[in-house]
């Protein structure tokens, strides 16, 4: 009997070490040797090394920037959700480690049944004695049973294995979703600051500009009194003033929605505007010497490219769930505990019970719902293969885009510069002129104009360079860790 048991014990031991579907072998290659060396639209005043430093926002060099951030990343209630999405994912993994684990607890157990042919009676004749057909037979079973019951599956293909390694893939998959908020986060923030900076000292500008202009227009408005101009220039003085005026309130609401934007993004109801942001301050530029590494490293970088070869890890393990549905699947239920046939058995401490129950099920005939089930894991699989490919190829854009506009903004900003340089000539000189009467007070005021609206373009154009360097962090992923190193 043992020698005929030893073959199906090695049987169940082999199917038990088996586990179903393919074995995941990394994302597909995206990069060959040539495109993953350097970025296409890295100029030569960018470096190819791997950025050293994750907190990027940390070069711009302005406290309260940085305040911000720090604020956002421990306040932000959508950082606090995904924090709860990872928790989520982390007890979803222990509890299907805990599902291959056997189950223990308490019970009571009544069993009654008729089963015809058990012929259960007091003093029953022996079994070599013929019962007397007359004297009937009692077909009814009873047990009751108070103590401890057990059960335990026993999978053969691995199915529950591969249950926890797609687990584990999609807990992983979700901490690199919220480190890529972070990134997306941190990024938003120090745009809305920039945007802000600029707007206060668009806002500066214009009123400045607005007294100017109100001064050109009573000029103006006087000469025509006295007879020396016609009416259209003060119509036209007029008019540049309600343009400034109009500019001047944009601008104005500009802040305004940029303060709330950034109480909103630090976890504050708008409105609650702390006085350092209401206080102009210069716009923080990037760094002279910018780093980006190269396309290799942004994908092993990025934590959206990290989310998206998780999830095709996860998708690749559910295959193996899928196919583990054609194996056989064997399950004990064991009850130990007091009792009998009889409700007073459970009181009894000598009347101890023992009821084991295996059982074994294999669906060998069920009109192809485990192929139906396999063919739609393996589609799920083959569209996490396409995602992942199309989240590479869009980070490669973005980084590529973002290098294209810092290199534009570099040389708007220089000759933004420059135009401001020559615009400060012009105002000195045409003081100079005016305190010698050679121009109006008018014609000063339109050169000193000039002069404050070249002030705020070259503003502007030192915000798009820090914006379009921000882009450029965002794009290479960072701001969520120190970037791994090969040891």
Same mark, same amino acid.
């Given at each position: 009997m043992?020698r *005929?048991?030893?073959p199906s014990?090695?049987?169940?031991?082999?199917?038990?070490?088996?586990?179903?579907g393919?074995d995941?072998a990394?994302?597909?290659?995206?990069? +060959?040797?040539d495109?993953?060396?350097?970025? /296409?639209?890295?100029g030569?005043?960018?470096g190819?090394? =791997?950025?050293?430093?994750?907190e990027?926002w @940390?070069l711009?060099?302005?406290?309260?920037?940085? *305040?911000l @951030?720090e604020?956002?990343?421990s306040?932000?209630?959508?950082?606090?959700?995904?924090?709860?999405?990872?928790?989520?994912?982390?007890a979803s993994v222990?509890q299907d480690r805990?599902?291959r684990m056997?189950?223990l607890?308490?019970?009571?157990?009544?069993?009654?049944?008729?089963?015809?042919?058990l012929?259960? %009676?007091?003093g +029953?004749?022996p079994s $070599?004695q %013929?019962?007397?057909?007359? #004297?009937?037979?009692?077909?009814?079973l009873?047990?009751?049973? @108070?103590?401890l019951?057990?059960n335990w599956?026993l999978?053969?293909a691995?199915? $529950?294995? *591969?249950r926890i390694?797609?687990?584990?893939?999609?807990?992983?998959?979700? /901490?690199?979703?919220?480190?890529?908020?972070?990134?997306?986060?941190?990024?938003e923030?120090a745009n809305?600051?920039v945007?802000?900076?600029?707007a206060q000292?668009? &806002?500066?500008?214009?009123r400045?500009?607005i007294?100017?202009?109100?001064?050109?227009l009573?000029?103006t408005? %006087?000469r025509?009194?006295?007879g020396?101009l016609?009416?259209?220039p003060?119509?036209?003085?007029?008019?540049?003033?309600? /343009?400034?005026?109009?500019?001047?309130?944009e601008?104005?609401?500009d802040?305004?929605?940029?303060?709330d934007?950034?109480?909103?993004?630090s976890?504050?109801?708008?409105?609650?505007?702390?006085? =350092?942001?209401?206080?102009p301050?210069d716009?923080?530029l990037?760094p002279?010497e @910018?780093t980006?590494? =190269?396309?290799? $490293?942004?994908?092993a *970088?990025?934590?959206?490219?990290?989310?998206?070869?998780r999830?095709l890890a996860? #998708?690749?393990?559910?295959?193996?769930?899928?196919?583990?549905?054609?194996?056989?699947k064997l399950?004990?239920?064991?009850?130990?505990?007091?009792?009998?046939? $009889?409700p007073d058995?459970i009181f009894d /401490?000598?009347?101890? +019970?023992a009821?084991a129950?295996p059982?074994l099920?294999?669906?060998f005939l =069920?009109?192809?719902?485990v192929?139906?089930?396999?063919?739609r894991?393996?589609?799920?699989r083959?569209?996490?293969?396409?995602?992942?490919?199309?989240t590479?190829?869009a980070?490669?854009?973005d980084?590529?885009?973002?290098?294209a506009r810092?290199?534009q903004?570099?040389?708007?900003?220089?000759a933004s510069?420059?135009?401001?340089?020559? &615009?400060?000539?012009?105002?000195d000189l045409?003081?100079q002129?005016f305190?010698a009467?050679?121009?109006?007070k008018?014609d000063?005021?339109?050169a000193?104009r000039?002069q404050?609206?070249?002030?705020?373009?070259l503003v502007r154009?030192k915000?798009?360079?820090t914006?379009?360097?921000i882009a450029?962090?965002k +794009?290479?992923?960072?701001g969520w860790?120190e970037p791994?190193?090969?040891q």
């Amino acid at each position: 009997m043992m020698r *005929r048991s030893i073959p199906s014990l090695l049987l169940i031991g082999l199917l038990a070490g088996c586990t179903a579907g393919p074995d995941y072998a990394g994302p597909p290659e995206i990069l +060959s040797a040539d495109t993953g060396h350097r970025f /296409v639209r890295a100029g030569e005043d960018v470096g190819v090394m =791997d950025p050293a430093l994750a907190e990027w926002w @940390v070069l711009l060099d302005d406290p309260e920037l940085t *305040r911000l @951030v720090e604020t956002a990343l421990s306040e932000n209630p959508s950082l606090q959700a995904a924090q709860a999405r990872i928790a989520q994912a982390r007890a979803s993994v222990r509890q299907d480690r805990a599902g291959r684990m056997p189950t223990l607890g308490t019970q009571a157990t009544i069993i009654q049944g008729q089963l015809p042919g058990l012929e259960i %009676q007091e003093g +029953s004749p022996p079994s $070599s004695q %013929q019962p007397d057909p007359e #004297a009937g037979s009692d077909d009814a079973l009873s047990f009751y049973n @108070v103590g401890l019951n057990a059960n335990w599956e026993l999978e053969f293909a691995g199915g $529950s294995r *591969r249950r926890i390694e797609a687990g584990n893939a999609q807990a992983a998959a979700t /901490v690199a979703n919220a480190e890529d908020a972070k990134v997306q986060l941190t990024a938003e923030v120090a745009n809305n600051y920039v945007n802000l900076r600029e707007a206060q000292f668009r &806002a500066d500008q214009y009123r400045t500009q607005i007294k100017l202009q109100e001064e050109v227009l009573a000029l103006t408005y %006087q000469r025509y009194q006295q007879g020396a101009l016609p009416l259209f220039p003060v119509g036209n003085a007029n008019a540049e003033l309600e /343009v400034l005026k109009s500019r001047f309130a944009e601008a104005e609401a500009d802040k305004a929605v940029l303060l709330d934007a950034l109480a909103i993004l630090s976890g504050r109801i708008p409105g609650s505007t702390a006085e =350092d942001l209401s206080t102009p301050r210069d716009i923080p530029l990037p760094p002279d010497e @910018v780093t980006v590494g =190269d396309p290799a $490293s942004l994908i092993a *970088r990025r934590p959206d490219i990290r989310a998206a070869e998780r999830t095709l890890a996860a #998708a690749t393990a559910r295959i193996g769930v899928a196919e583990a549905a054609r194996f056989p699947k064997l399950s004990f239920m064991g009850i130990l505990g007091l009792g009998g046939s $009889s409700p007073d058995d459970i009181f009894d /401490v000598g009347e101890f +019970s023992a009821l084991a129950i295996p059982r074994l099920e294999w669906n060998f005939l =069920d009109f192809g719902r485990v192929d139906a089930s396999v063919d739609r894991a393996g589609a799920v699989r083959d569209e996490a293969v396409a995602n992942y490919r199309q989240t590479v190829l869009a980070a490669l854009r973005d980084a590529e885009r973002a290098l294209a506009r810092f290199g534009q903004q570099r040389v708007a900003l220089a000759a933004s510069a420059q135009i401001k340089s020559q &615009a400060d000539s012009a105002a000195d000189l045409n003081r100079q002129r005016f305190a010698a009467g050679a121009i109006s007070k008018a014609d000063l005021n339109r050169a000193l104009r000039e002069q404050q609206q070249a002030s705020a373009d070259l503003v502007r154009a030192k915000g798009a360079l820090t914006l379009a360097w921000i882009a450029l962090q965002k +794009s290479l992923g960072l701001g969520w860790q120190e970037p791994v190193r090969d040891q």
